[in-house]
């Protein structure tokens, strides 16, 4: 007779191993959905520059990599193509066509030809006031752009932590002991 | 005879009976009105956040087109679009203003995939109460008939839990729990001083924390808190019908399965006064086909089932077969759920956690205890909930951009506590489903009408749970307290704990199924679901659902070999 915890564990193992291989195959999978991201082109040029300036000022690279390193932009734009109804979609572009309207209201020119701390300002005044009133258009974008990012596998493992199959539950553990937020 | 026995249903109801029906040695055919579904293979819980279509996010004009109900259930996402109905392609009927709910997928395996598995016994509380109370009809059984095949199944199937010793909430055959975070303690500790009576629990949870050598054999692991159950778990450490029941009947050889084939009708033959076989539609091609064997069981969803029973008509039963007492179809119960409330808990702060723990706490009924009578309402309500500490999804509320706001979510936030409650809710004969009369769906079959309201009882409780839920964050301490009264509890449906609509009773006259499952009419047919439910509790329901299942079938079983079936 097998000791039954033995054959437990080797059991164990043959499930791991199987999720490794399977991660494997999804991560291939996942590579050709970065293409598609990469490809897909809701956004103008002109929007997506200003996409990508406002990715960046809301989450930029410090000591990890932000949200431009992280791909949120095409992110953003891929689900504007395979998520968005239209209705989300006039909301994004009016964010950028509402940053677009401060930048003008405050230094009488385009928002990309603002210098890089007058963009910060813009958009810092901006998400605080959309934030602290309804912000029908931004909450959505805030949130799919944080989504975008702590998701990502640079959000999710060099930002904050995380693990695929912890294999534990840990109920009580000193925060310094984590350290950060699971992601 | 093509089989000894026919299951209609392949979900949480139907596994179990295939289980033991196998198992006494009858050739049981199962059919499954979905598509088959390979466990492990067909499940995508080992993609990484990153790697889910969309994050996760379904399409929203899919959702609106195709799943305009199935779209407001929080475990809707692209890891798991395939267990869900389409309703644009499942239709049903519900009176202007009455909104019904049903949500549910159909595939082999059924809910039993989708399920938050909890996983609680009834008491005498419970099968007493229609009694006690003058709702509904009596139970024609009690907690010691039960008991047996509650300690039966909740072994096989593996349910993680503490045993606490509270009479109306039995303890059982339990695996270890799992453990409630630093926070949730308090709750407890809170709670249990400044409310005798009530109890704060870790949810009773069908996970394997420590599997047995009988799950092992099944090729089930431990759970690895992952949280990710909605999507399949390849490790076969939740219980479902794929895990668990379905590959314990196939081994014993004696299970066929069919997929893709829609339970239509039951036949009847009036000479013998027996069931003879089950009449399926082909859900690729349309057409119909029979099956036929001794004893056929019902495992269909409560819904479900009632559309076969009134489907199924005869000269001999022209409202549809086992319906004499004109009950099929009435009494449809769901629990009241989304009755939400949430605080924000001080402290703490140098305490966190690792893992996912797929589950949270439950505030066991403390209402009622005796069925008394005379007070504002009858019977009573749990609690489900947990505490955790607030993620980065925070940053989506909270006004903030770069550096300073990365830092911030670099550090988890408060703790918060939500808890949910779940109320019972009353029998009532109005609250029914139908079969259209001229409109059908694409197989021919007509369609449902689903009439469904909560009554002044269920208003009440909905009421009270409120209040307790907030005066138990108070004595928390809690700040930030919100309480959901505004926008009221979820609809009826959205508990997915359908029940009643072939109710178990002692009198033929005002009931569907005896004590032991079987219709009062027709002898060799049992009906195992939620639709044999003489009452809903305030407790998850799939427990029961499998007891009852379990425990029909070996009834069954014995009366074949005695030959009275």
């Known amino acids: 007779m097998p000791d039954p915890g033995e054959s437990r564990e080797l059991h164990r193992r043959a499930l791991l191993q199987r999720a490794i291989i399977l991660v494997g195959g999804a991560a291939a999978l996942a590579g050709l959905e970065g293409c598609d991201f990469a490809h897909a082109q809701f956004f103008s040029a002109n929007q997506r520059a200003k996409l990508d300036r406002i990715c960046d000022i809301i989450i930029p690279a410090t000591d990890t990599p932000g949200a431009l390193g992280a791909g949120v932009p095409a992110f953003i734009d891929a689900m504007m193509t395979h998520w968005a109804s239209r209705e989300t979609r006039r909301r994004f572009v009016s964010v950028l066509d509402e940053v677009e309207a401060r930048a003008h209201s405050v230094g009488k020119t385009d928002f990309l030809a603002l210098t890089p701390q007058q963009q910060i300002d813009v958009v810092t005044a901006y998400d605080r006031d959309q934030m602290l009133g309804p912000g029908q258009n931004y909450r959505p974008f805030k949130n799919l752009l944080l989504l975008g990012y702590y998701h990502s596998q640079i959000g999710a493992t060099q930002e904050l932590h995380y693990e695929l199959v912890p294999g534990h539950w840990i109920a009580d553990a000193p925060l310094s002991s984590i350290g950060r937020t699971w992601a | ?565």
């Open chain 2, 1 to 565: 005879m093509d089989f000894d026995a026919i299951v209609v249903g392949s979900g949480m109801s139907g596994g179990w009976a295939a289980k033991e029906l196998c198992e006494r040695g009858l050739k049981t055919l199962v059919i499954e009105r979905g598509a088959h579904v390979t466990h492990g293979e067909d499940y995508l819980d080992y993609k990484e956040p990153w790697e889910l279509e969309n994050f996760g996010k379904m399409p929203e004009d899919e959702l609106a087109r195709d799943y305009p109900i199935q779209k407001e259930c929080y475990a809707f996402t692209t890891a798991n679009k395939r267990f869900w109905v389409k309703d644009s392609d499942h239709p049903y009927i519900t009176p202007e203003g009455r909104p019904f709910h049903w949500l549910r997928g159909y595939h082999l395996g059924g809910r039993s995939l989708l399920w938050a598995r909890h996983s609680y016994r009834w008491s005498d509380l419970d099968y007493e109460a229609n009694l006690r109370d003058g709702h509904g009809v009596d139970w024609p059984v009690r907690y010691a008939d039960t008991k047996p095949w509650y300690d039966h199944v909740e072994r096989f199937a593996g349910i993680s839990g503490s045993r606490e010793g509270i009479p109306n909430l039995p303890d059982g055959e339990f695996l270890p729990a799992m453990e409630l975070n630093v926070v949730e303690k308090a709750f407890k500790q809170n709670i249990e001083m400044r409310f005798p009576g009530r109890k704060l629990i870790m949810g009773r949870v069908a996970h394997l924390t420590q599997p047995t050598e009988e799950q092992d054999a099944l090729g089930r692991g431990q759970c690895q808190y992952r949280d990710f159950c909605y999507r399949g778990c390849s490790f076969g450490a939740y219980f479902s019908a794929l895990s668990a029941t379905l590959p314990a009947a196939e081994r014993t050889g004696n299970l066929t399965i069919v997929t893709d084939a829609i339970g239509h009708s039951v036949l009847h033959d009036p000479a013998t006064g027996r069931a003879i076989g089950v009449r399926v539609i082909d859900a690729n091609t349309k057409q119909g086909r029979t099956y036929t064997a001794r004893i056929v069981f019902l495992c269909a969803s409560a819904i479900g089932t009632a559309q076969i029973l009134l489907n199924s008509q005869s000269e001999h039963f022209p409202t549809g077969i086992a319906n004499r007492s004109d009950q099929v179809g009435r009494n449809l119960m769901d629990h009241i759920s989304g009755i939400r409330a949430s605080g924000t808990v001080q402290g703490f702060e140098d305490r966190y956690y690792a893992g996912r723990r797929p589950a949270g706490f439950y505030i066991p009924r403390y209402r009622n205890l005796n069925n008394e009578q005379g007070g504002p309402f009858v019977r009573g309500f749990g609690f489900q909930g947990g505490a955790s500490r607030e993620d980065w999804a925070r940053g989506g509320w909270q006004p903030g951009v770069g550096e300073e706001l990365k830092t911030r979510l670099r550090t988890p936030g408060k703790w918060t506590l939500s808890m949910g409650g779940f109320a019972e809710m009353l029998p009532r004969p109005d609250n029914r489903v139908t079969l259209h009369r001229t409109r059908k769906d694409k197989w021919g079959i007509p369609l449902l009408v689903i009439d469904c309201t909560y009554g002044d009882n269920d208003h009440k409780l909905i009421a009270q749970a409120y209040d307790d839920a907030e005066e138990m964050l108070k004595a928390m301490g809690c700040t930030d307290i919100r309480i959901g009264r505004a926008e009221g509890p979820a609809g009826p449906g959205f508990g997915i704990h359908e029940a009643g609509t072939a109710r178990m009773g002692r009198d033929p006259a005002t009931s569907v199924l005896n004590g032991w499952n079987q219709a009062h009419d027709v002898p060799n047919l049992f009906v195992t679901d939620g639709a044999c439910m003489a009452s809903g509790a305030c407790q998850n329901p799939s427990l029961s659902y499998m007891m009852f299942s379990a425990r029909a079938a070996n009834h069954a079983a014995d009366l074949m070999q005695q030959g009275a079936l």
